[in-house]
């Protein structure tokens, strides 16, 4: 932001500008450049879960709209989806029902606003952006509730109902797997996190010391689970729940949905760059030429890895998540706090 | 984390929160609902997740198929006996002609009974492979289903080459089959296609899903069947054997020429679990494949020369007064059919026994007390074909 301002503040025009004046406009840019990621997440990701998913699964995937590899199908059904009848059932709550998918959207949007993308260029640089993120993001459970309990629908309902008790419950190892981190750190800064894992791979968090290397690991599988994504993907279970909350939705209202989705899988494949993965800086130290570059190819790696996954393994059951989560991965992050922590205390210089 | 173990008798009258009126969920899954496996619609009450009743309604794809028989002739009817196990058309072919032969007693020559074997084994093949693709992907692996019908996608072709159909063969005629070997490469293919079958491809499976640790936990001791209630239920096929009950018709009322040939009849054994539960069913299913394969082999190697029709295609065929019942293994389970002929060119009544009606059944013991989940895990174990049970 400050960067950002900095810059408007050069331009022939904006020189005369009031720092109000300027901080309004640098935040408008911000939010359309937010929101224009968001967008292309989603268009980039649906694509690439596909190529994915064929290459996976022994197939091509879109090889046809646009030519080279079918790079213009998401876009094709972007545009086929914006066509579509928008249908609200009868018996729908009609104010929640339209509410809940802007609901969604907009926390996984309000999250983007901390992440740091490149030293110094970050849309909001909170003290607590860490935090912050977690408690955007949360606001996402909300949305689906509301989802599925305004659709009246009963496989809605039950989508929702396990979605807010999975959600909910695995924001607990997902906030805890990085504290660790925050406690090597001393702050929540997004910047400051980053910064702090300066000078090549064996820098980075990950490799710090074994409990952080295990953290890493429940926060991805917490992620996973935060995402609403296979093997927990209990909300939408395809062959059991029809399509969850979102059975009801149709056209752009679906899209939100889904953008949201694909929105949300960046933005966790990101924080877990971003805690742990030495954010912007290069595996080798000096060699940081482009650190938003890097930034999003470690992001992008990220993502992959969460559709190697979903198209691997099938699905948990909802007790079974459930257990995972209370009875394995919250004492395993606990452990690794405590396991940290006692490290850096005995080896000093390690924090 | 079993839900087996509760106490189902008197939901209304267990404590519930004072002053707040409680019922159980009504739930409707299906017909349209993707793990139904068709137009199947299961009823249900549900408190939460667990199912507290469960009852199958089916008819949704009633086709009056066995009154069409009264209607048709014999070779004509065989293109309906397609439709009932559209997965496995082949092996529904062979429960409907022997039935017909049992009355009609024609000279079948071993060339024809050959291929019978090998092609409704490909069937079967080719049936299991859905089984376990939509197994799979009821618990929510995709990959699996796309593995399957890949190899799925090779019997086709070569059942295409040798009976010209890709879905629906109408391949077996009374007195043989339809038609000959295509080519000389035919029983070379088959075979390669056999041995890269058991070589790799079952090896993918169970690499891919039979021994996923999730997969285990979400069959392993879910929807168990034991061999009693398979027996009430008269469930037969996969389901029966899953449950530990050693009988297949092949080998215990042995038809066709399977009596000549050497193989293995595969059981639950509650190696994961408990016998008779979900992954028991799957098992037993893989292992069959393999089994098949055994006896494609030795059909193929020794398929005698000669003719492959006793009657020729365009003689209409006139079957002796009488009644006959015939069984024969299906890829579900076992097919019956009873036919009244009263001499002419149709038959009186033709009555057909489906697999997988008996096997569905089962449901409405084995579901409550379920979550909705393992539910569709025990549907889906069950392996219907909705085109046999509604007919």
Known sequence: MEILTAWLQGLPGFGGMSDQGLFITGAVIMAALMFIVMALCAIVFTWMERKVAGFIQSRYGPMRTGRWHGWAQAVADMLKILGKEDIIPAEADKGLFVFAPLLVLLGSLLAWAAVPWAPGFTAANLDLGLFYIFAASSMVIIGILMAGWSSNNKWALYGAARGAAQMVSYEIPLALATIPVIMHVGSLNTQDIVNAQQGGILNWFILRDPFLFVAFWMYFIASIAETNRGPFDMPETESELVAGYHTEYTGMRFAFFFLAEYANLFLVSVIAVMVFLGGWWSPIPGLDFAPALTFIIKGVLMVFLNMWVRWTLPRVRVDQLMYLCWKVMIPVTLLCIVGSGVLMITMGGLG | ?391
Not at chain 2, 14 to 43: F, W, Y
Request: glycine share 8%; hydrophobic share 40%; proline share 5%.
């Open chain 2, 1 to 391: 984390m079993s839900t087996g173990e509760k106490n189902l008798t008197g939901w209304a009258d267990q404590d519930h929160v004072p002053g707040i009126k409680s019922e159980l969920l009504e739930l409707n899954m299906g017909p349209q609902h993707p793990a139904t496996h068709g137009v199947l619609r299961l009823l249900l009450k549900t408190d939460g997740e667990i199912v507290y009743e469960v009852t199958p309604v089916i008819g949704y794809l009633h086709r009056c198929a066995e009154k069409i028989a009264e209607g048709v002739n014999y070779k004509q009817w065989m293109v309906y006996t397609d439709r009932f196990d559209y997965l496995a058309p082949v092996c529904c072919n062979h429960a409907y002609v022997t039935a017909v032969e049992k009355l009609l007693q024609p000279e079948v020559p071993e060339r024809a009974e050959h291929l019978r074997v090998v092609t409704a084994e490909l069937s079967r093949i080719a049936s299991h492979l859905i089984a376990l693709a939509t197994f799979g992907l009821d618990m929510g692996a995709w990959t699996p289903l796309l593995y399957c019908f890949r190899e799925r996608e090779e019997i086709l072709n070569l059942l295409e080459r040798i009976a010209g159909g890709r879905m629906l063969y109408n391949y077996f005629v009374p007195g043989g089959v339809r038609y000959d070997v295509p080519d000389d490469n035919w029983v070379h293919d088959v075979l390669e296609f056999i041995t890269m079958l058991e070589t790799k491809k079952i090896k993918d499976y169970n690499d891919l899903l039979s021994y996923n640790k999730i997969f285990i936990e979400r069959t392993a001791d879910v929807g168990v069947i034991d061999a009693e209630t398979a027996k009430a239920y008269a469930c037969t096929g996969p389901v029966l054997r899953g449950s530990g009950v050693k009988f297949d018709c092949r080998r215990d009322d042995p038809y066709s020429v399977y009596h000549k040939f050497d193989f293995e009849i595969p059981v639950g054994m509650g190696e994961m679990g408990t016998v008779g539960d979900c992954w028991d069913r799957y098992m037993v299913r893989v292992r069959e494949i393999e089994q098949a394969c055994r006896i494609i082999r030795q059909a193929l190697d020794t398929l005698p020369d000669g003719p492959y029709q006793a009657i020729p295609l365009n003689k209409i065929v006139k079957v002796p007064a009488g009644a006959a019942y015939s069984r024969t293994e299906s890829a579900k389970g076992e097919i019956g059919h009873y036919i009244i002929s009263d001499g002419g060119q149709v038959a009186f009544r033709n009555k057909v026994r489906s697999p997988s009606f008996c096997n569905l059944q089962v449901v409405e013991k084995v579901g409550v007390g379920q979550m909705v989940s393992d539910l569709v895990a025990l549907v889906g174990s069950l392996d219907i074909v909705l085109g046999e049970i509604d007919r």
